[in-house]
């Protein structure tokens, strides 16, 4: 191997003579600075076949230096040297040494069978704080195991947020304590679109979400939960039907779309309801941010429901869609009484006439980039995620009946071109962009092994897209890295989309 592999590319890259010979086992991880971090051999050790081992004595031949050097510049940022006999990374804290070890882990990964990889000094630091991933686990149910792969896949590639879509109309997955029917009703479905139907689901328990959150945490990945109010709500409605503006009966949809029935604007329980997930919430994910949705609300019911008319009423509202920023308004600050910023899809800027949003909420643009314009615009903090630029990755990489997916194309070529700033951004709203996102719903995406195909590699790009400094992506540049990186992604037994890129 004669060049450097990684992705997200690195902000700057020097190959210098010589070559570091690493297919023998006695490469050691020296880090004195970093003694909690078992991650950094460990991690290594597990997925390579080559021995990484922890050692106390700096001297050893064939080693990894983890230094710590204040000189580094940001967090997140980290300098790696290799030379014929060392490694070096050097990072100010945790995270820019973890990220330092993520680039070794995919060097190393991606020599498999090649004993050499060049003397080379990078010099890397992220361009956005925000660079996430969703999983919906709502329509379709995964498993802790597959999560954690999924954490561990993203943190390789220097992602850093796990936005975790735990809610929706089709199951509901949080525990919340004094609403136990969420789970014992809502994360259960009835198959009804076969004959032999049958109930599926499930929730994660209190241990398995402390579980993830610490694994997440090991890596440097933010786990931000996200419970989608007040529409997407018929997991709610079936465990609860006295909160909807009809009474009911509901029930755990198994169909997919947007659907009529949301939380009665009108009904002052709903806030105790919401008292309640938000107390579990913060019990369990110790993240800054929390996920509020409000993506798709329907205002049929509101419209005709006395006590949502009556609600109106005394707020002198003149529409249905001004109820939902009065939720959201409520939202925000019950989310910031618990110390928490709330996140909420970009319908959140609609309808906001008489309730103007809180100064703190972030909005997610989704639907395109207008919302992260106009939010930006408006003086909010906005994460980019945009379907119409790559980010739905349950989208079909290839327009062909025989890929999986659904809805519309999303191809290789498109989620790396993903651009998080939008040239119409002012540098003022520029200043506002925390970064971006792919998302994988998984109202089609049945099994974990298909999100692994959906998800890859459009991750990785979307992951340079967020990382590299603009001026250093190109499309051919990834495409010339991306063979190693997929024996990388084999290694780890990760199914692929081996198609073309766009
Ligand atoms: C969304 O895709 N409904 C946020
Ligand atoms: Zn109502």
Redesign the pocket.
Known sequence: MNCIHIIPQPASVSVNEGFYTCGDSSTRVWQPEFEGDSLFSAEIRTVNTQAFLSVKEPETTQKIHCLQDPAIEGTEAYDLDIETNAITIRASSREGMYHGMQSVRQIFLAAAGSTEVPCVHISDRPRFAWRGCMLDTSRHFYSVAFIKKLIDLASLHHLNVFHWHLTDDQGWRLPVDRYPGLTEIGALRDERRSSWGKTIGGFYSNEDIREIVAFAGERHVQVVPEVDLPG?ASAILAAYPELGCTGGPYHVEDRFGIFEDVLCAGNNDIFTLFDAIFDSLVELFPSQYVHI?G??VKFSRWEACPKCRARMQELSLDAPQQLQSWITGHLVVMLRERGRTAIG??EVLEGTEKFPLPQDLIV?S??GREGGLEASAKGHRVIM?P?TDGC?LNFKPLDNDEEPGHLEVCTIKQSYNMEPVPAEMSPEQEALVLGGQC?L?SEVIYASRIAEYMLFPRLCAIAEALWTPKDQRGIASFAARLPAHRVLLDRLDVCQYRGPLE
Do not use: L, P, Q
């Open positions: 997407h949705g993506d798709e899809w970009d997610m989704w639907r995620t379907m739905y998302n719903w």
